[in-house]
């Protein structure tokens, strides 16, 4: 494993821009270089320590289901990946940052719409459901507790903020209203059916996929496109399915350790405000944080 990186410096390629875990670098005008750096972000704040082997954690898990998913798999739907080497478009010198971690992907127009599907109650559709029996305007069964797996899975879109704000949760009409009645529809369709095949294998590796995003692109010719990552422990919440019981979130396979530590954490002898600059992390937090994103690696492919 090569060694932490928490942001990449490639002077070969423009750097596009940096969000809070991937670096991207123009290849041409139709192609983007997408570096997965070690960063990690919680409360939409980048913390300034890099969990080691995080981003070629998340290229492997997105491209095996990229693999598993897309045409050569399932063949769902398309997705963004060339198929080229990442390290073929940079300096030999920068090899090293871009090895085991980085994707050469098309470029796209980016739906500024992010796809979330939820199979279990959490997280702020928990907090929703219980003011409004609904979530993004979906009505649910009266009754559900915190962590209930919902009769069936829900389409919960949200819209895209600024790197460093928060997603807002909008309702299905909503997005219709911003991108288009039938393209709406389409995105639905196909993440739901994403979201099933791939809660489908990951329920045989022990793990329960309460909820995933999905973010897609249209290509010069219109066509759908799934792209960025694809359900990685930074775009879901994985639960193991031993651990898993109505009434609380069993512990997951992201940062929520991480987060839990940041809710008691102080800066200048105060408690955090969730404002930049973060607490630094110390070693153990760091070390605990990647043993969780290892062991989902472990588990979805063995």
């Not at 005008?29 to 890099?50: C, K, N, Q, W, Y």
């Not at 063949?75 to 940079?90: A, F, R, W, Y």
């Not at 719409?113 to 409004?132: D, F, H, I, N, P």
């Not at 995003?213 to 799934?226: H, I, M, Q, S, Y």
């Amino acid at each position: 494993m090569t060694r932490a990186l928490h942001t990449s410096q490639l002077t070969s390629l423009p750097l596009l821009g940096r969000g809070k875990v991937r670096d991207n670098y123009a290849v041409g005008d139709d192609r983007i270089l997408m570096v997965t750096t070690d960063r990690i972000s919680a409360f939409d704040v980048v913390m300034g320590e890099p969990i080691p082997g995080k981003g070629e954690l998340l290229t492997r898990l997105s491209l095996f289901w990229f693999d598993r998913l897309g045409p050569r798999g399932a063949n769902l739907c398309p997705i963004h990946l060339t198929g080229e080497d990442p390290e073929s478009v940079v300096a030999p010198q920068e090899r090293e940052q871009v090895r085991g971690r980085s994707m050469l992907v098309k470029r796209l127009q980016p739906i500024p719409v992010e796809a979330v599907v939820r199979g279990y109650l959490a997280g702020s559709g928990w907090k929703e459901y219980q003011q409004t029996q609904a979530v993004c305007g979906v009505p649910l069964p009266p009754g559900l507790r915190n962590a209930s797996r919902l009769p069936r899975p829900i389409f919960t879109p949200a819209a895209k903020a600024a790197v460093g704000e928060h997603d807002e949760n909008i309702t299905f009409d909503a997005m219709a209203a911003r991108i288009g009645g039938a393209l709406a529809e389409r995105i639905r369709d196909v993440s739901i059916r994403l979201y099933e095949a791939a809660s489908a294998y990951a329920a045989t590796r022990g793990i329960l996929i309460a909820d995933t995003k999905f973010e897609f692109g249209l290509d010069a010719d219109g066509t759908l496109t799934l792209m960025d990552e694809v359900l990685t422990p930074d775009s879901s919440r994985y639960w193991p399915a031993e651990s898993y019981a109505e009434g609380a979130n069993p512990p997951s396979f992201d940062k929520q350790y991480l987060r839990d530590w940041l809710e008691t954490a102080q800066v200048d002898g105060r408690p955090w405000n969730k404002q930049p600059p973060p607490p630094k992390l110390p070693a153990e937090v760091i070390e605990q944080t990647a043993a969780r994103y290892r062991e989902a690696l472990a588990r979805l492919l063995g």
